[in-house]
T-cell receptor
Framework: DAEITQSPRHKITETGRQVTLACHQT?????MFWYRQDLGHGLRLIHY???????NKGEVSDGYSVSRSNTEDLPLTLESAASSQTSVYFC??????????????FGPGTRLTVL | GNSVTQMEGPVTLSEEAFLTINCTYT??????LFWYVQYPGEGLQLLLK?????DKGSNKGFEATYRKETTSFHLEKGSVQVSDSAVYFC???FGRGSTLGRLYFGRGTQLTVWP
């Protein structure tokens, strides 16, 4: 069955370190998204991609970067981790059909703690 | 801009009680509307959707009607169960344009149902 996976599921790191969170989907979806979930804020969009070599900034992109070298993967990198980036991170993917709604499928999440 | 406002939680109910979670939206255009559910320790799952005005989405006993005149999409269930305990998110997206496929989420409402 097709799925979307994230790794690691839990990560503890120190301030200033570079961290990369992996997202892998086997749906063959063109669209991929990264969100962070914080109490009182719901989910906020960090970065998204509509296809290979395409990346776009979301509403809370500062301190994060992504790259899309293939259809299946969209890794999220924290260049220099900060305590404010302690959060739960969700990856999602969807089809790309303009004019129609396409359901987003979510991964199980990565809980990141920055000490 | 585009935004979603949903009822603050937490909501605590007894089993078989009636549930309403309010959701209103602001959108530049004609969005599709969704309710997502997040069970403890899991990612988000689509609960129901409505893609145009007056549509009613329904699933697992939950319902919501897309009301363009009041820009609302309230979630209702006639008789909740303990297994409905979760966080519920209202969200919107567009099927075309520069924001294609992006989800705009409300802050989430925690529902706890007691036996």
């Amino acid at each position: 069955d097709a799925e979307i996976t994230q790794s690691p599921r839990h990560k503890i790191t120190e301030t200033g370190r570079q961290v990369t969170l992996a997202c892998h989907q086997t749906w063959n979806h063109n669209n991929m998204f990264w969100y962070r979930q914080d109490l009182g804020h719901g989910l906020r969009l960090i970065h998204y991609s509509y296809g290979v070599q395409d990346t776009n900034k979301g509403e809370v992109s500062d301190g994060y970067s992504v790259s899309r070298s293939n259809t299946e993967d969209l890794p999220l990198t924290l260049e220099s981790a900060a305590s404010s980036q302690t959060s739960v991170y969700f990856c999602a993917s969807s089809e790309s059909v303009s004019g129609e709604y396409n359901e987003q499928f979510f991964g199980p999440g990565t809980r990141l703690t920055v000490l | 801009g585009n935004s979603v406002t949903q009822m603050e939680g937490p909501v605590t109910l007894s089993e078989e009680a009636f549930l309403t979670i309010n959701c209103t939206y602001t959108a530049t255009g004609y969005p599709s509307l969704f309710w997502y559910v997040q069970y403890p320790g899991e990612g988000l799952q689509l609960l129901l959707k409505a893609t145009k005005a007056d549509d009613k989405g329904s699933n697992k006993g939950f319902e919501a009607t897309y009301r363009k005149e009041t820009t609302s999409f309230h979630l209702e269930k006639g008789s909740v169960q303990v297994s409905d305990s979760a966080v519920y998110f209202c969200a919107l997206t567009f099927g075309r344009g520069s924001t294609l496929g992006r989800l705009y989420f409300g802050r989430g409402t925690q529902l706890t149902v007691w036996p």
